[in-house]
């Protein structure tokens, strides 16, 4: 938490309006993601600080956040959804992950969705981990989320498409290892 504070604020440069926003209340603090003209930072910063007090005002303005192209932002706005709590939080990350428009920006919704443990979770990632299997496709940084999610998750259903994920050099290792743990049944094996 530390960290994502310390980034906004050094991204507000010192400013007044940070610290003002720091010390915020709820109320004030949601009141700042409906105020035109915002920064981003502010932005950011009042709905990390509501989705880590699990205020569910914050959940529009972090599905946003975790669609954002900045890593930092994705990693925020995952770990203040992760806290939040919010029942739309999976169905929000599944669609995130599988939009072959986005999948630049699928990391932090693929591990958000394995840390989730949701209905949703196992066949957003066997979806995405799918169509990343083509030869010579960019996001193995994001394959490899899945296989890793999937490992964790330990679904019987994963099994076909982690067995295809064997085949590639950057996910055989982890895809031996998620199929070792779906097979064995759970995560700890």
């Not at 490899?144 to 099994?159: I, K, S, W, Y």
């Amino acid at each position: 938490m530390n960290e994502v504070l310390e980034r906004l604020r050094a991204e507000a440069g010192g400013s007044a309006a940070y610290e003002a926003l720091a010390a915020a209340g709820p109320d004030g603090l949601a009141a700042s993601l409906t105020s035109p003209g915002q920064p981003l930072w502010a932005r950011e910063l009042a709905a990390y600080r509501l989705g880590m007090a699990r205020d569910r005002r914050a959940f529009e303005p972090l599905v946003l956040l975790l669609n954002h192209r900045d890593p930092a932002r994705c990693e925020a706005a995952a770990q203040a959804l992760g806290v939040l709590g919010d029942p739309r939080t999976a169905r929000a990350a599944a669609a995130l992950a599988t939009n072959t428009l986005r999948t630049a920006y699928a990391l932090h919704p693929v591990r958000l969705l394995a840390a989730l443990r949701a209905p949703e979770s196992v066949p957003a990632l066997i979806t995405t981990l799918s169509r990343l299997l083509a030869p010579h496709d960019p996001y193995w940084r994001v394959a490899l989320a899945c296989v890793e999610g999937l490992g964790a998750l330990a679904d019987t259903r994963a099994r076909e498409v982690l067995v295809r994920a064997q085949a590639h050099p950057r996910l055989a290792l982890a895809a031996t290892d998620a199929l070792r743990r779906v097979t064995a049944g759970g995560p700890g094996a």
